[in-house]
């Protein structure tokens, strides 16, 4: 087993492919706790916040409301702008750069052991 203690030397696609699973987890078992519980539904529901619109809205709702320190806008920025040959063609390339700078600030969050940042994070969401 790989030891990760510093996190930030791992690659962002790293962080950002963690950081998706938490965070959809995290919607997931939120929405399981408000009562829905009919799959069709919950993936509805899922979907406006785990897709790369909804990643993308949110973090430009932490950027603009100036909730991120400095340390988390530079993770952010380094998932941000990790250059890849390709991107969904189901979204335009500003949307899925800064959903994977999203996921990459949760994945960094998460391997770093800051659970009440995370949590922090992920509560100001408002899952509903």
């Known amino acids: 087993m790989k030891n990760i203690e510093d996190v930030s030397s791992l690659n962002v696609i790293t962080l950002a492919y963690l950081g998706d699973a938490i965070y959809e987890v995290y919607v997931r078992e939120t929405l399981i706790r408000q009562g829905i519980v009919r799959v069709e539904e919950l993936q509805k ?17 932490l950027m603009e409301e100036n909730r991120l320190s400095l340390e988390e806008i530079e993770v952010v920025k380094r998932g941000r ?7 969904p063609k189901h979204t335009d390339i500003l949307t ?4 994977t700078g999203f996921e990459t600030l949760i994945g960094y969050l998460y391997l770093s052991k800051k659970e009440d940042r995370l949590l922090e994070i992920l509560n100001y969401i408002e899952v509903k």
Not at 81 to 87: A, E, G, I, T
Not at 96 to 99: G, T, V, W
Request: hydrophobic share 30%.
């Open 45 to 61: 529901k899922a979907v406006l916040y785990v897709s790369a619109k909804g990643q993308a809205n949110i973090l430009r709702r």
């Open 81 to 87: 702008n990790y250059k890849r040959s390709s991107h």
């Open 96 to 99: 899925y750069k800064l959903s």
